[in-house]
């Protein structure tokens, strides 16, 4: 495996990230975790700005927690592997269902540790935000990031049967475990 950064997406990225998407589309997948809406928003720039409002208190939506969305870069050849979204806090919504972090990777680099590596540099993210203990939730069917959250310390509190009739693992992960 390559090494990999996390960094603020900008401008200069644009790009990338639609290839990014491309890859995602191509293979039949519809949503990119980890992305803060990035599909969903009528263009990058709108999406930058999404981006801006969500790592501010004073202009986050009321519903939604200040986060920050990064993208990891493969320092080598500069391409995007994969977004990953940390939730500097819990609300009721995420406490439940979806945790501090989301994170995802681009088809074609899976299953060469890049995920694992993608969640240690979150949760050193998580140190610096002063967070001792991180919720992070998967599909069960997801074996891929089950196995990524349990090799960064993620302990199985619960799971349940999602809305969408799917079953959902939530672990922990305490900081002050890991050095």
Partial sequence: METIHLIQPKKSHETAVQDYIEEHFSFGEDSLHGSSLLTEMESYSAWLSHLTKQSDKATVPSDWVVSTTLLAIRKKD??????????????????????????????????????????????DYCKILGLEK?????YK???????????????????????????????????????
């Fill in 78 to 123: 500069q391409k995007i592997i994969g977004t990953i979204d940390i939730r500097h806090e819990l609300n009721e919504f995420l406490l439940e269902f979806g945790g501090h972090i989301g994170f995802g990777v681009r088809p074609s680099e899976r299953g060469k540790g890049y995920a694992s590596e993608m969640l240690r540099l979150g949760l």
């Fill in 141 to 179: 069917e997801n074996i891929a990031s089950a196995r990524t959250i349990r090799k960064n310390g993620g302990v199985l509190e619960r799971e349940f049967s999602h809305d969408d009739g799917k079953e959902v693992q939530v672990y922990w992960i305490n900081l002050s475990d890991k050095r």
């Fill in 134 to 138: 991180v919720m992070v939730a998967c």
